[in-house]
């Protein structure tokens, strides 16, 4: 590790991963490689316009690549991206780790008054 305050390295990741729906559409193509349409059915509320660019910076960061397969793109995690499924397996047991202690009213989606 280099300093551990701060790491540039993990800033990158870490904010790459933060950003809104990636690492939820990351985790589908974890399990598999998609079609476009397969993983905005597996991620509800997610706009064309978003899995796009999310799908676009991705690729761009060399986590995902694009093949044509029988006329239609299907995307799939590289081997850099396959080194993040730790990571994301890790995330997912906190996650149920977390739902399981939490009220129905803390869950994420919910509206909390102040």
């Known amino acids: ?21 990636t690492g939820v559409i990351l985790r589908v193509l974890a399990a598999e490689p ?3 349409g397969d993983i905005k059915g597996h991620i509800p509320g997610l706009s064309d316009r978003l899995l796009t ?17 029988d ?9 850099k991206g396959f080194e993040l499924k730790p990571a994301i397996e890790a995330v ?3 996650a149920v780790s ?9 869950r994420p989606g919910r509206i909390r008054s102040a």
Not at 2 to 9: G, L, S, V
Not at 55 to 63: F, I, K, M
């Open 92 to 94: 997912e047991q906190v």
């Open 53 to 69: 660019s999310r799908l676009c910076e991705l690729e761009a960061e060399g986590l995902v690549k694009r093949c044509q397969q």
């Open 34 to 36: 998609a079609r476009f």
């Open 1 to 21: 590790m280099t300093n551990p305050r701060y790491c540039p390295y993990f800033h990158h990741t870490i904010e790459l991963l933060g950003r809104r729906w």
């Open 71 to 79: 006329g239609t793109n299907h995307y799939g995690l590289t081997a």
């Open 98 to 106: 977390f739902a399981r202690r939490e009220e129905p009213a803390d």
